[in-house]
């Protein structure tokens, strides 16, 4: 079947098999992406993401509840950790989502992040252009548990949730760099447990001292994701953080940065990987390795002989 | 471009024991596996329709609750519908000798009992996965 076709015409599998083309760089992918280049740019990208536990994919299932009640179709890409050991993953994130398996207007994939350390995969933005183009209102991009610096998703993501729970940490925690400095919105779940309160006014306190804050403040909603409370007012933070940045001009901004970070990551991978194949396949790697062993010569002449070489 | 093998592993009908799915998952994953859980009480549908969307290229379902003969057929019946005719469908858990060659039938490849070691199910998939 011609996949980018058949995905155009809405055809589920269709979708499928382009997201396995993508992530696993098959040589049809580069043809697929192009015919489904010009049908995207109608989704809103909704990044979530936190710490492992926190909810997320709980989360992830009641917001797209919510948007399905409101007639909006969903994209859920759920980002597990794949082993550095082994190559595998388990990727459980569904078993949160099983009630929307059955409703058409709901499509989840779930991706390993394949040695990806930035809480997504590399392929996670192609796939999310592969649901655009099928037609989905809404993408929801769920990273994999972050620690403290995986930011990646705000890259991937028109607006970006970071989820919390109470009880990790003290207010030192909260006036760190990396992941608490990304969101766009703060979502407090599990905050029937002790320890919420004083979890927003930490981040409260932290966004006080915010000197790059411009006229958005992070809203910090209270939700309990399991028991469903919270969600369409935690929904109506996204929705007023959309008209804003749509308003504004900071959406295009955002989109137009995405677009240039994606031209150079294509370009830089394209020629690592045309580099690299020439100078493996070829058995002049090994050579290389053991003349700077000897000493002979070091990695920074190699490549900038092998550069010249082959950029010329 | 690198093929990685997708599997599916699912525990359906009513039948609130999965540990043995958990520990195969597990052994599937250090086999280099991506290995998508859905866990417990899933309906037919659900399976088929979740290896639809994550285009996974094993199903593996454990039973323990002995409605194997209903519920493994009718699996493979949704995946063919859903145009996954070359997916590799497996089984497992407590089921009978006897009933073993109606499901291979059914178009189950292999089914798993008690007491098989992990890595054979790992070595099945290896050979007989279609990618």
């Given at each position: 079947?011609?996949?980018?076709?058949?995905?155009?015409?809405?055809?589920?599998?269709?979708?499928?098999?382009?997201?396995?083309?993508?992530?696993n760089e098959y040589d049809e992918?580069?043809?697929?992406?192009?015919?489904?280049?010009?049908?995207?740019?109608?989704?809103?990208?909704?990044?979530?993401?936190?710490?492992?536990?926190?909810?997320?994919?709980?989360?992830?299932?009641?917001?797209?509840?919510?948007?399905?009640?409101?007639?909006?179709?969903?994209?859920?890409?759920?980002?597990?950790?794949?082993?550095?050991?082994?190559?595998?993953?388990?990727?459980?994130?569904?078993?949160?989502?099983?009630?929307?398996?059955?409703?058409?207007?709901?499509?989840?994939?779930?991706?390993?992040?394949?040695?990806?350390l930035g809480g997504l995969s590399?392929?996670?933005?192609?796939?999310?252009?592969?649901?655009?183009?099928?037609?989905?209102?809404?993408?929801?991009?769920?990273?994999?548990?972050?620690?403290?610096?995986?930011?990646?998703?705000?890259?991937?993501?028109?607006?970006?949730?970071?989820?919390?729970?109470?009880?990790?940490?003290?207010?030192?925690?909260?006036?760190?760099?990396?992941?608490?400095?990304?969101?766009?919105?703060?979502?407090?779940?599990?905050?029937?447990?002790?320890?919420?309160?004083?979890?927003?006014?930490?981040?409260?306190?932290?966004?006080?001292?915010?000197?790059?804050?411009?006229?958005?403040?992070?809203?910090?909603?209270?939700?309990?994701?399991?028991?469903?409370?919270?969600?369409?007012?935690?929904?109506?933070?996204?929705?007023?953080?959309?008209?804003?940045?749509?308003?504004?001009?900071?959406?295009?901004?955002?989109?137009?940065?995405?677009?240039?970070?994606?031209?150079?990551?294509?370009?830089?991978?394209?020629?690592?990987?045309?580099?690299?194949?020439?100078?493996?396949?070829?058995?002049?790697?090994?050579?290389?390795?053991?003349?700077?062993?000897?000493?002979?010569?070091?990695?920074?002449?190699?490549?900038?002989?092998?550069?010249?070489?082959?950029?010329? | 471009?690198?093929?990685?093998?997708?599997?599916?592993?699912?525990?359906?009908?009513?039948?609130?024991?999965?540990?043995?799915?958990?520990?195969?998952?597990?052994?599937?994953?250090?086999?280099?596996?991506?290995?998508?859980?859905?866990?417990?009480?899933?309906?037919?549908?659900?399976?088929?329709?979740?290896?639809?969307?994550?285009?996974?290229?094993?199903?593996?379902?454990?039973?323990?609750?002995?409605?194997?003969?209903?519920?493994?057929?009718?699996?493979?019946?949704?995946?063919?519908?859903?145009?996954?005719?070359?997916?590799?469908?497996?089984?497992?858990?407590?089921?009978?000798?006897?009933?073993?060659?109606?499901?291979?039938?059914?178009?189950?490849?292999?089914?798993?009992?008690?007491?098989?070691?992990?890595?054979?199910?790992?070595?099945?998939?290896?050979?007989?996965?279609?990618?």
């Amino acid at each position: 079947m011609d996949i980018a076709e058949e995905l155009l015409k809405g055809n589920r599998l269709a979708l499928s098999r382009a997201i396995t083309a993508i992530e696993n760089e098959y040589d049809e992918a580069t043809d697929i992406m192009k015919k489904l280049y010009p049908h995207t740019g109608h989704a809103y990208v909704l990044g979530i993401t936190g710490p492992p536990g926190a909810g997320k994919s709980t989360l992830s299932d009641k917001i797209a509840r919510e948007y399905r009640a409101q007639g909006k179709t969903v994209g859920i890409i759920a980002v597990d950790p794949t082993s550095p050991f082994t190559g595998g993953a388990i990727l459980g994130d569904r078993i949160r989502m099983n009630g929307l398996t059955l409703d058409e207007g709901v499509f989840i994939r779930s991706m390993g992040t394949r040695g990806s350390l930035g809480g997504l995969s590399h392929k996670t933005a192609d796939a999310v252009k592969a649901m655009d183009a099928f037609g989905k209102d809404i993408i929801i991009v769920e990273t994999v548990g972050v620690g403290q610096s995986e930011v990646d998703i705000v890259k991937a993501a028109d607006t970006t949730m970071v989820v919390l729970i109470p009880g990790m940490g003290d207010d030192i925690q909260a006036i760190k760099a990396g992941i608490l400095e990304i969101g766009d919105l703060y979502c407090i779940n599990k905050s029937d447990l002790d320890g919420a309160d004083k979890l927003v006014r930490e981040i409260n306190m932290m966004l006080d001292l915010d000197s790059l804050m411009t006229d958005w403040r992070p809203p910090i909603t209270k939700v309990v994701a399991s028991q469903n409370e919270g969600i369409a007012e935690l929904l109506g933070t996204v929705d007023k953080h959309r008209t804003y940045i749509e308003g504004n001009g900071e959406l295009a901004k955002r989109r137009t940065k995405r677009t240039r970070d994606e031209m150079l990551d294509i370009l830089s991978s394209n020629i690592g990987s045309y580099i690299k194949s020439k100078i493996v396949d070829s058995g002049r790697l090994d050579g290389y390795v053991e003349q700077i062993k000897q000493h002979k010569t070091d990695p920074y002449t190699v490549i900038g002989e092998v550069m010249g070489e082959m950029l010329k | 471009m690198e093929k990685k093998i997708r599997v599916l592993v699912a525990k359906p009908g009513l039948d609130g024991h999965d540990r043995g799915a958990k520990v195969v998952a597990r052994a599937l994953r250090d086999a280099g596996f991506e290995v998508i859980y859905t866990g417990l009480r899933q309906t037919p549908e659900q399976i088929a329709e979740a290896a639809l969307q994550e285009d996974v290229n094993v199903v593996a379902m454990s039973i323990l609750s002995g409605a194997h003969g209903h519920l493994f057929p009718k699996v493979v019946d949704l995946l063919h519908k859903n145009g996954m005719n070359d997916v590799l469908i497996i089984g497992g858990g407590v089921i009978p000798e006897g009933d073993i060659p109606a499901l291979k039938e059914a178009g189950v490849a292999e089914v798993f009992t008690p007491g098989t070691p992990t890595g054979d199910v790992v070595k099945f998939i290896n050979e007989h996965v279609k990618l």
